[in-house]
């Protein structure tokens, strides 16, 4: 599915969120939106989703506005959002019970589905009985069980340790691969970014707009990043990270400081 943004803007009241945004994301594409907190990256997503209205300009998929959510359009969150009252299974199978499935049914391709994400023996525990890495694979399974053509990430492993992120990110560019939605993830992470994605979006302060655009798809995807080095770099100094500073963590450049 393809999407189109055309002059979009967002304000809340006298908040201006999203100065102006143009883009088209073709159908299968991969897009990474980083940019400082707060500069509007989430709320293009609800846009998307259907969740949010554009304050001026137009979001469309296939042509047609987005005017309200849908279920060919998935919105994937930072926190997993199971039903801590149900099972994981069960967690999976309503994905498929809100669009009429027989119950059966449902349950029969949630545990495929659990099964494809690693999770199979677990289809009966609960989420507090798992993991925080395990309650996003469910996640994942939920968000792709209904087979989106519109994957929407927001943060989608922001809160989980370093090595169960890289691990996730891995199972997640699989399952993207195998099933070839179109894909708009909202990150913080740069080397997450660079990792998943076919082209990387860095945006500004409030109100965002686009600084650069970095198309990737040219370079071989794993966690190895050397190829990634100047691109990185790039991105990096866009969002006002001095990587030129010989410490263990890039220092961040204040506007208006010097060298």
Known sequence: MQLHFERVAKS????????TFDDTIADGEIVALVGPSGCGKSTLLHMVAGLQQASAGEVRADGQPVSHPAPERTLVFQEHALYPWMTLEANVALALEFQDQPAREAR???SEWLARVKLDGFEGY????VSGGMRQRCALARAFIARPKVLLLDEPFGALDALTRMTLQSVLRDLIEEERPTV????HDVDEA???????LVFSQRPARVLESFTLGHIPKT????AFADIRREV??????????PSAEPRRVER???A
């Open 126 to 129: 609960y989420p507090h009985q």
């Open 12 to 19: 809340f009241g006298d908040l201006q969120v999203i100065e």
């Open 236 to 245: 990096l100094t866009l969002l006002g990270i001095d990587t030129d500073t």
């Open 256 to 258: 208006g400081e010097t």
């Open 223 to 226: 966690h190895d990043l050397t």
């Open 184 to 187: 708009v993830l909202v990150t």
């Open 194 to 200: 660079l990792y998943l994605a076919d082209r990387v």
């Open 108 to 110: 029969k391709q949630a």
